[in-house]
């Protein structure tokens, strides 16, 4: 493996969250071009520590879960679990005139969600020390519109976060405001000002909602040290559990790679040594830990580093006698599969025009064939779409073929943008976006994304491009 990489731009070390801003990323990964620039990162002022005896650790426990929804259309309440960013359905209750109750549930304390489908959720904070947590929702747009009725922890949290956000947002509209201006003086003085008022703030909160799960949550927001990597993690504690149920420990290790990892591949490599060493205190944490960092480098583009982990830590002996779950392995073997020279999932679905379609047996049939993830949406897409049809016409009589998989979840937009583009090739839509089960099977998280296989099925090209692939073509296909 190469020891160092070209220096890239600081917001992609480490990218669930960051996307090429050549590309369409899922909701939750959108960025623009002037987001992905090189900034400083500023260190928490005046750290408040929140974690007390009544707080540390991961209680388990009962909490008796209801509310009610301003918005009378809806029949049923869904609540989830938390794994990082990953949620799934632990329960569902009947929504009645406005109204839900869940009874007593056993939980286990920390960030859960709330809501009505999948793409429509709200974070909630569940603890058994508050025994009964009442909230509504003033909308059937669930973020945003929580409030707490009979619940401390999430009075705090409702009120926390929308300050968090315009803060953090101020804050990162003043640093890319600061990478393009000669007044870098007055730029770094508003950005201290806003991080001051932030770190004002979460020590205010913390001192009006004391013990609180809430506490614990926004003392391991704050970095003490981003100056020295030995420190940086002395404010979490990794035997507590409760940092899988939530994005807490995720975005922090996201921000340690931005602080410690310079934009190189031994940067981040060392840096991913020091957080697993760090999460030794519990198999459990440490597997999170290691399973984000894994699945964060790998659609960040840096698939070295994922081997690195995986050769090291899921496969290797460097975790000692922690116990890894089929968790982490499943993640590793799955990203193994979509590696240059392996075979990737089948793909069986229905075409737009009707047929049935199979992976295997059109490569089988094949000398090369593109699997092109798209949407009708992206304007990347579009942009391509000419040179898609182009390389199409031109390679497919000498044994090319395309997949063209669709992320929309509009039918009609889906087979308007197919006709519009002139993609006479098959097509198929799993009409969930990111949630469908071929684009998590192929972790797509961007449009367009392009896998060229062979004959075989096997893996022998991961282009950025279009380009890319005419590239390959021209010089493999004859």
């Given at each position: ?7 890239m731009n600081?917001l ?9 801003a050549?590309a ?6 959108k ?11 500023v ?7 929140g ?52 009874g ?28 009964v ?24 949290w ?31 003085k ?15 909160m913390i ?6 799960h ?22 979490i504690?990794?035997?507590d ?27 981040c ?10 999460a ?48 982490i392995?499943?993640?590793a073997?799955?990203?193994?599969k ?35 993830f ?10 391509e ?27 009609n937009?889906w ?11 098959p ?10 089960p ?17 004959t ?23």
């Open positions: 493996m190469k020891q160092e990489m070209k220096r600081i992609a070390i480490y990218g669930a969250i960051v996307i090429a050549t369409c990323g899922s909701t939750s990964n960025s623009t071009q002037e987001e992905q620039v090189a900034v400083e990162a260190p928490t002022m005046g750290y408040v520590n974690v007390s005896d009544a707080n540390a650790g991961m209680r388990t426990g009962e909490v008796e879960l209801k509310g009610t929804i301003q918005a009378r259309n809806f029949t049923k309440m869904y609540l989830y679990s938390t794994y990082g960013k990953n949620n799934s359905v632990v329960d569902s209750t009947a929504i009645v005139d406005g109204k839900w109750d869940f007593k549930i056993k939980i286990e304390q920390g960030i859960y969600m709330l809501g009505i489908a999948e793409n429509n959720l709200a974070p909630i904070i569940l603890n058994p020390s508050e025994p947590t009442e909230v509504g929702f003033r909308s059937g747009r669930m973020d945003g519109s929580l409030f707490a009725i009979n619940s401390n922890e999430n009075k705090a409702t009120t926390y976060i929308p300050q968090e956000v315009q803060l953090q947002k101020a804050i990162k509209d003043a640093m890319i405001a600061m990478n393009k201006s000669s007044l870098k003086g007055e730029y770094q508003q950005i201290n000002d806003k991080q001051a008022e932030l770190s004002a703030l979460q020590a205010k001192a009006e909602y004391p013990n609180t809430f506490a614990k949550i926004v003392t391991w927001k704050q970095e003490p040290s981003l100056t020295e990597i030995g420190k940086y993690w002395e404010n504690d990794f035997s559990r409760s940092l899988i149920h939530g994005t807490i420990l995720s975005d922090r290790i996201q921000n340690f790679m931005r602080s410690f990892s310079k934009g190189q591949e031994s940067g490599i060392n840096c991913v040594s020091v957080v697993a060493e760090a030794k205190a519990d198999d459990v944490v440490l597997e999170f830990a290691l399973n984000q960092m894994l699945i964060g480098f790998y659609e960040s583009g840096m698939e070295n580093i994922s081997t690195f982990i995986i050769d090291n830590y899921v496969n290797g002996d460097s975790c000692g006698d922690a116990d890894l779950s089929n968790i392995k499943s993640t073997e799955s990203i193994q979509l590696s240059i020279g392996n075979v990737p999932p089948n793909i069986q679905m229905t075409t737009s025009t009707g047929g049935s379609f199979d992976l295997f047996k059109t490569t089988a049939k094949n000398k090369y064939t593109l699997v092109l798209w949407s009708s949406w992206c304007e990347h897409c579009q942009g779409a000419p040179e898609v049809k182009q390389y199409y016409d031109l390679w497919h009589p000498k044994g090319f073929e395309i997949i063209g998989v669709s992320v929309d979840n509009n039918k937009a087979l308007s943008a197919i006709q519009d583009r002139g993609f006479t090739f097509n198929v839509c799993g009409m969930k976006i990111w949630d469908s071929v684009a998590k099977d192929y972790r797509v998280t961007k449009t367009p994304t392009f896998y060229l296989l062979d075989n099925g096997k893996i022998v090209l991961k282009p950025k491009s279009i380009r890319e692939v005419n590239n390959f073509l021209s010089q493999n296909l004859k």
